[in-house]
């Protein structure tokens, strides 16, 4: 039974840094695309940062520049390098394992990151 639990998440000020991990269990980590995403209160759950088995990153607007995505297949952890964080950053992160081809999607339960103004 696949397993992500992800770490990391507080409370912090406005302009500070976290770093993120998520470590997976009970699936072939390497071949799978893992992503970040954050979920805020009364909205939609939205990408982060993706990163491609091959190790190929691809961010949304919002994090380019400030966020890095990274992993470490032999550890079977993708992270998630937070840098000058913003109030507006504010929700549930949570990781994703995909294996696009056979539709195999797999999610962890989600670190709360707050960041105060």
């Known amino acids: 039974q696949p397993l992500l639990v992800e770490s990391g998440g507080g409370l912090v000020q406005a302009g500070e840094s976290l770093k993120l991990s998520c470590v997976v269990s009970g699936i072939t980590f390497r071949t799978y695309d893992m992503g970040w995403y954050r979920q805020a209160p009364g909205t939609q759950r939205e990408l982060v940062a993706v990163i491609t088995r091959d190790g190929g990153a691809n961010y949304t607007d919002s994090a380019k520049g400030r966020f890095t995505i990274s992993r470490d297949n032999a550890k079977n952890t993708v992270f998630l390098q937070m840098n000058n964080l913003q109030p507006e950053d504010t929700g549930v992160y949570l990781c994703?394992?995909?294996?696009?081809?056979?539709?195999?999607?797999?999610w962890g339960q989600g670190t709360q990151v707050t960041v105060a103004s």
């Open positions: 994703n394992a995909r294996y696009t081809i056979l539709a195999k999607s797999f």
